[in-house]
Nanobody
Framework: QVQLVESGGGLVQPGGSLRLSCAAS????????VSWYRQAPGKERELVAR????????NYADSVKGRFTISRDNAKATVYLQMNSLKPEDTAVYYC???????????WGQGTQVTVSS
């Protein structure tokens, strides 16, 4: 059974930091590109950051460049999202995604809430 389990969300003040984690099981993790998406109330889900299978290439949404960093540890089958200088507009449910390197097979986590508020 494939599982992606996110953790690390919560309430943080503007300017603060959080680190999200997503632990995968049931898949050969290194065969999957990994991404973080987010969805704010009333908005569509959007791509935040993506890392390739090796973790040596990544891309980011313009809104988070320079503030967020995606990384992965294939030995631990875990992907991380370090979020710094958080803004109220970063408030959303954050989802982990793993996409197989061939075809359209992909898996999603259940999401973790991030709220940025004073």
């Amino acid at each position: 059974q494939v599982q992606l389990v996110e953790s690390g969300g919560g309430l943080v003040q503007p300017g603060g930091s959080l680190r999200l984690s997503c632990a995968a099981s049931g898949i050969t993790f290194s065969s999957y590109a990994v991404s973080w998406y987010r969805q704010a109330p009333g908005k569509e889900r959007e791509l935040v950051a993506r890392a390739n299978r090796a973790g040596d290439a990544s891309n980011y949404a313009d809104s988070v460049k320079g503030r967020f960093t995606i990384s992965r540890d294939n030995a631990k089958a875990t992907v991380y999202l370090q979020m710094n200088s958080l803004k109220p507009e970063d408030t959303a449910v954050y989802y982990c995604n793993a996409q197989f390197f061939v075809g359209r097979l992909q898996y999603w986590g259940q999401g973790t809430q991030v709220t940025v508020s004073s």
